[in-house]
C-alpha cells in the first residue's frame, strides 16, 4: 500500500513541479475548441444538429486527458533510461504494486488535465446539462486516463529508448482520438469507419462522458461503463505482467 | 583452470557463485566464473571494459536471470527468491540512478518506503546519512541542481538507508574528482569495520582496489582469470603494483564496449520538452 502511494506521490510531484508541461498540454485542446468548435459551430448548427460546442466538450475533455495520460506511461522509458527504473526494479516490492503506483500516479494527473479542460469548455460555451451526472463523468474521465496510462506503461515496458514515440502517437493515439466520436457523430458514418470505432475503446470513454455530460449517447451509458470498466481493467493486468518482465 | 576445480562450498560465505553463465544470444558475457565472499571483506570484481563486472552484479542483484549456474546471495538465490535478496543489499550503480526531479531528501524517503523501513526510523536515518555524506544543508534541492559527486555521494546514502548486510558499488567513484573520491573510500572503508558490511566493487582504479579491498578477483571476456589478495597477485606475476599485475594478467590491447543509446535519449528527452 505504502508502495503504491509513494509511487503515486512521485508522479504528481513530478507533474506539478513541470509547469511548462502542464501549460504546454492544455495548448491543445484550447486550440482544438477554438479552430474546430468556433469554426465547425455554424455549419453544425445549419446541419440541424444544435450546439457543436456541446457536441465537441466531452471530446476535447477526454482528449486532454488521454494525451496527459499516455504521456505519463511512456515516461516509464525515460525513468529507464536515466537509471531510476533500477532503483525501484530492486527494491524489495511487488513489481505489480510498482506498476499500479505508476499508473494511479499518472492517471490522476490526466484527471486534473481532463477537469481543467472541462472547466476551460465552459469559457468556450459548453453547457453541463445535469449536474446530478457529474460524478459519473468524474469516474469516466478516470477510466479514460487509467487505460491510457497502463497503454502507455505497457508498450512502454517494451521499448529501450524513444525512438517509437512518434510512431505510436501517430499510429496509435491520433488515429485513436480522431476515430473515437470525439470530434464527429458516429450516426451515418461509411461502414468500414463506423466499424473501426466501435472497436476503438476509446469511443466508449469518449461516449460515456458524453452521455454524463450532455445525456447525448450513441452505445448507452451502462454499455460504455461495462465495456470501459472491462478494458481498463484488463489493461491494467496486461501492463503489470509486461512490467514485471522487465529487465535492465 | 585450476580455480574451478577449487571446492565451492563455504558454508560461512554471504556471496557465492558457481559456474555463473549468461549469454545474450551468441554473445557470452559471462563464462562459468566461480567466487565466493565470506562475510565482511571487501571483495573487488576487475576487469577491462565489457568484461562482464556489471553483468554479474546485474545477476546478483535480481535485475538479470542468469542462462545457467548458481549463485548465493545472503542464503537465498537471487533469480529465484528476489525479494529475499533484495532485502539483504544495497546498491550503487554504475550509471546514475536518481530522479532528478525530485529533491535529495525526497530520493531518500522514497528508497525508505520502498524498502519499508518505518518512518520514525526513516527520518532517523535519512538525516543521519546524509550528514555522513554531507549533503543535510542541501537536502531541499532538486537533484538535477547536483554536481556529479554530489549526485554519487547522495546515490552512496541512499544505499545504506536500509542498512542492507552487503553492498554493490559498481564503479562508484568514476567521473570523481581525486577529493571526492578519497573520501568516498575512506568512507566506505569506515563501514565495513564499524558495521561489519560485506562489500562487492568494481573500479578502474587500481590503485584504489589495492588500498580497500581483502580480495581482488579480476575478470576479462567473460572469465575469471584470476582470484587473490592484491599482495598475492603482485607476487603471482611478479610485478610491484596492482595495475601492472592487472594488465600483465588481462593484456595491454583495448576494449570494445557497445554505447547505450543515452546521448540519444538526452536529445529526444530536449526535444520533447520535458
Known amino acids: 500500500m505504502n508502495t503504491i502511494y509513494i509511487l503515486w506521490l512521485r508522479q504528481l510531484k513530478k507533474y506539478l513541479r513541470s509547469k511548462p ?129 497502463a497503454l502507455g506503461t505497457a508498450i512502454a515496458s517494451r521499448l529501450q529508448d524513444m525512438q517509437a514515440f512518434p510512431l505510436i502517437m501517430n499510429f496509435l493515439v491520433m488515429p485513436m482520438f480522431f476515430l473515437s466520436g470525439a470530434l464527429f457523430p458516429l450516426q451515418g458514418l461509411p461502414r468500414p469507419i463506423y466499424l473501426v470505432t466501435r472497436f476503438n475503446p476509446l469511443s466508449y470513454g469518449v461516449d460515456g462522458l458524453r452521455a454524463a455530460l450532455t445525456g447525448q449517447s450513441s452505445f448507452g451509458l451502462s454499455t460504455d461503463l461495462f465495456i470501459l470498466t472491462a478494458l481498463t481493467l484488463l489493461l491494467i493486468f496486461i501492463g503489470g505482467y509486461l512490467f514485471s518482465k522487465i529487465e535492465v | 583452470m585450476w580455480f574451478n576445480d577449487e571446492p565451492m562450498e563455504s558454508p560461512n560465505a554471504i556471496i557465492e557463485v558457481k559456474n555463473l553463465t549468461k549469454k545474450f544470444g551468441e554473445f557470452v558475457a559471462v563464462d562459468h566464473i566461480n567466487f565466493s565472499v565470506p562475510p565482511g571483506e571487501i571483495f573487488a570484481l576487475l576487469g577491462p571494459n565489457g568484461a562482464g563486472k556489471t553483468t554479474t552484479i546485474k545477476m546478483l542483484t535480481t535485475l538479470l536471470q542468469p542462462t545457467s549456474g548458481e549463485m548465493r546471495v545472503h542464503g537465498s538465490d537471487p533469480a529465484t527468491q528476489q525479494d529475499a535478496v533484495r532485502h539483504a543489499f544495497g546498491i550503487v550503480f554504475q550509471d546514475p540512478s536518481l530522479d532528478d526531479d525530485l529533491t535529495a531528501y525526497e530520493n531518500l524517503e522514497f528508497h525508505g518506503v520502498l524498502y519499508g523501513v518505518a518512518s520514525d526510523i526513516r ?111 603482485k607476487k603471482q606475476t611478479n610485478t610491484t603494483s596492482l595495475e601492472e599485475a592487472f594488465l600483465a594478467l588481462t593484456g595491454s590491447s583495448i576494449r570494445s564496449e557497445e554505447a547505450g543509446g543515452l546521448d540519444q535519449m538526452r536529445l529526444h528527452r530536449r526535444m520533447w520538452g520535458k
Open chain 2, 123 to 233: 527520518r532517523e536515518r535519512i538525516k543521519m546519512v546524509l550528514e555522513l555524506v554531507e549533503l543535510w544543508d542541501r537536502r531541499q534541492d532538486l537533484v538535477k541542481k547536483f554536481s556529479g559527486g554530489m549526485k554519487r555521494r547522495l546515490e552512496i546514502a541512499r544505499s545504506l538507508i536500509h542498512h542492507p548486510k552487503i553492498l554493490f558499488l559498481d564503479e562508484p567513484t568514476l567521473g570523481l574528482d581525486p577529493q571526492t573520491r578519497n573520501h568516498l573510500w575512506s568512507y566506505i572503508h569506515d563501514l565495513n569495520k564499524k558495521e561489519g558490511m560485506t562489500i562487492l566493487l568494481t573500479t578502474h582504479y587500481m590503485e584504489e582496489a589495492e588500498k580497500v579491498a581483502n580480495t581482488v578477483a579480476i575478470i576479462d571476456h567473460g572469465k575469471l582469470v584470476a582470484k587473490d589478495s592484491p599482495e598475492g597477485l
Open chain 1, 21 to 149: 508541461r502542464i501549460i504546454g498540454s492544455l495548448g491543445q485542446p484550447v486550440l482544438f475548441m477554438v479552430a474546430l468548435g468556433l469554426g465547425f459551430g455554424p455549419i453544425y448548427a445549419q446541419a440541424g444538429r444544435g450546439s457543436y460546442m456541446e457536441f465537441l466538450g466531452p471530446g476535447v475533455i477526454a482528449m486532454g486527458i488521454v494525451f496527459t495520460a499516455m504521456f505519463s506511461g511512456i515516461e516509464l522509458i525515460w525513468d529507464r533510461q536515466f537509471g531510476f527504473l533500477k532503483e525501484t526494479l530492486v527494491a524489495p516490492v511487488s513489481r505489480f504494486s510498482i506498476m499500479l503506483g505508476r499508473t494511479l500516479g499518472g492517471a490522476t494527473t490526466g484527471l486534473f488535465q481532463g477537469v481543467v479542460v472541462c472547466v476551460l469548455a465552459l469559457f468556450f460555451g459548453f453547457k453541463i446539462m445535469h449536474l446530478a451526472y457529474l460524478p459519473l463523468a468524474f469516474f469516466f474521465m478516470i477510466l479514460i486516463a487509467v487505460f491510457f496510462t
